[in-house]
């Protein structure tokens, strides 16, 4: 079917950048929307960043102006890069997906996945 495997995450010091990526593979027919979200500790799972196939986007309002989130359609593979970074950002970012997938012969599934997730702390 369909996984995504992130990659980025790391330790950074308050005001300093990190880049997420996530990479979609399996028998990929066609994704939807990906997105960005995150969980910190003693806290729900939130939306940070969305984006559609056309490349429209959408973000939390705390992350607007510092976080941007983009994708390679051809490598279906969605990014976030991080700037001025605050101790508040820290948490693990989850990636997700959705679209279809090849089942057989023209027939699709519909696939709604996440990423492993990607910790994020920041601190000094």
């Known amino acids: 079917q369909v996984q995504l495997v992130e990659s980025g995450g790391g330790l950074v010091q308050p005001g300093g950048s990190l880049r997420l990526s996530c990479a979609a593979s399996?028998?990929?027919?066609?994704?939807?929307?990906m997105g960005w979200y995150r969980q910190a500790p003693g806290k729900e799972r939130e939306l940070v960043a969305g984006?559609?196939?056309?490349?429209?986007?959408n973000y939390a309002d705390s992350v607007k102006g510092r976080f941007t989130i983009s994708r390679d359609n051809a490598k279906n593979t969605v990014f976030l890069q991080m700037n001025s970074l605050k101790p508040e950002d820290t948490a693990v970012y989850y990636c997700?997906?959705?679209?279809?997938?090849?089942?057989?012969?023209?027939?699709?599934?519909?696939?709604?996945?996440w990423g492993q997730g990607a910790l994020v702390t920041v601190s000094s």
């Open positions: 399996g028998s990929i027919f066609t994704i939807n929307a």
């Open positions: 984006i559609t196939s056309g490349g429209s986007t």
């Open positions: 997700n997906a959705d679209g279809y997938y090849n089942f057989y012969a023209g027939v699709h599934k519909y696939f709604d996945v």
